[in-house]
T-cell receptor, first 114, second 116 residues
Framework: SQQGEEDPQALSIQEGENATMNCSYK?????LQWYRQNSGRGLVHLIL?????REKHSGRLRVTLDTSKKSSSLLITASRAADTASYFC??????????????FGTGTRLQVTL | KAGVTQTPRYLIKTRGQQVTLSCSPI?????VSWYQQTPGQGLQFLFE???????NKGNFPGRFSGRQFSNSRSEMNVSTLELGDSALYLC???????????????FGPGTRLTVL
């Protein structure tokens, strides 16, 4: 079953603009990871944020985590056409007994136009 | 370091047949997990193997099975294929360090299975 929802389901922006995607989850987590997927291919790991961290940066990516609200956001700054993809959040839940079992959100489809 | 590799990349089978998919993790990674991705159900966890033992299992029927070898390579088998088994099957590997909070998981390109 899905851990939660991602919002929005689809997002269309122009190159150079910022894109923000949100992820909500339901249970306590060990960590949260963001992935990118291009057209039915494999998942590319973007960033991992631990449950005791509030913000993390990697290049043009900024991830925040609010465990009190059970939500996370992914900000892509100065977007490029190559950022066009689906983005998924995945949580490692405390109640599953293993950190290796990921529960995925529903994904956000990002379209960046020239 | 080479990434996670999966073979074959594409597979077409008919109902009732069985299929075996293979996954080679990143060198040094001991945990291999399998996921199924479909348009209707999204990404769902199948099972995880660590040191040749199944450590966790998702909610899939017994037709779905797997194993892990001593070199951490893993195989997944689906018997008596059904139309609904058509999906992208992804495997992921991680270091699986103690503590769990730090374990990034890296995915392979997937095997696209079509059941006719």
């Amino acid at each position: 079953s899905q851990q939660g929802e991602e919002d929005p389901q689809a997002l269309s922006i122009q190159e150079g603009e910022n894109a923000t995607m949100n992820c909500s989850y339901k249970t306590s987590i060990n960590n949260l990871q963001w992935y990118r997927q291009n057209s039915g291919r494999g998942l590319v790991h973007l960033i991992l944020i631990r449950s005791n961290e509030r913000e993390k940066h990697s290049g043009r990516l900024r991830v925040t985590l609010d465990t009190s609200k059970k939500s996370s956001s992914l900000l892509i700054t100065a977007s490029r056409a190559a950022d066009t993809a689906s983005y998924f959040c995945a949580t490692s839940r405390v109640d599953t007994g293993t950190a290796s079992k990921l529960t995925f959100g529903t994904g956000t489809r990002l379209q960046v136009t020239l | 370091k080479a990434g996670v590799t999966q073979t074959p990349r594409y597979l077409i089978k008919t109902r009732g047949q069985q299929v075996t998919l293979s996954c080679s993790p990143i060198s040094g990674h001991r945990s291999v997990s399998w996921y199924q991705q479909t348009p209707g159900q999204g990404l769902q966890f199948l099972f995880e193997y660590f040191s040749e033992t199944q450590r966790n299992k998702g909610n899939f029927p017994g037709r779905f099975s797997g194993r892990q070898f001593s070199n951490s390579r893993s195989e997944m088998n689906v018997s008596t294929l059904e139309l609904g088994d058509s999906a992208l099957y992804l495997c992921a590997s991680s270091l699986a360090l103690r503590g769990g909070s730090y374990n990034e998981q890296f995915f392979g390109p997937g095997t696209r299975l079509t059941v006719l």
